[in-house]
């Protein structure tokens, strides 16, 4: 079983904008985990990466999944997680925390250069 988790946020800002706020967060990172492995797409809509914990390096690596959808005066974005497949439960709410926390992460970069 995979434990699976969807956010959307709607940034009044362009899709290139957004996607650089996207590129700074997967590199910078987190206080206490990191982002591996990240490809992006030619079309620079979509984003995927792989999140381990630094604080455990045991605990399973969780794919995250990054869409941006243009519109005229915003952006869409949908971030999705996957955990490993022997995850049953997210009892402490992890899979939805790493959503909030990049998406949050977005919305500081984003006013930043508003």
């Known amino acids: 079983m995979t434990v699976r988790r969807?956010?959307?946020?709607?940034?009044?800002?362009?899709?290139?904008?957004?996607?650089?706020?996207?590129?700074?967060?997967?590199?910078?990172?987190?206080?206490s985990y990191k982002y591996h492995h990240t490809v992006e797409t030619n079309d620079h809509l979509i984003f995927k990466t792989e999140v381990?914990?630094?604080?455990?390096p045991l605990l399973a690596a969780t794919e995250l999944s990054i869409r941006l959808t243009p519109s005229d005066s915003h952006t869409k974005v949908i971030i999705d997680t996957?955990?490993?497949?022997?995850?049953?439960?997210?009892?402490?709410d992890i899979?939805?925390?790493?959503?909030?926390?990049?998406?949050g992460a977005i919305r500081s970069r984003v006013e930043t250069h508003a």
Do not use: K, M
Not at 6 to 31: K, M
Not at 82 to 92: A, K, L, M, N, W
């Open 95 to 103: 899979y939805n925390g790493y959503i909030r926390d990049f998406l």
């Open 52 to 56: 381990r914990p630094s604080w455990w």
């Open 82 to 92: 996957r955990s490993q497949s022997f995850i049953f439960g997210d009892v402490f």
């Open 6 to 31: 969807e956010q959307s946020e709607v940034f009044h800002a362009s899709t290139v904008e957004v996607g650089e706020a996207v590129r700074s967060v997967l590199a910078s990172g987190r206080p």
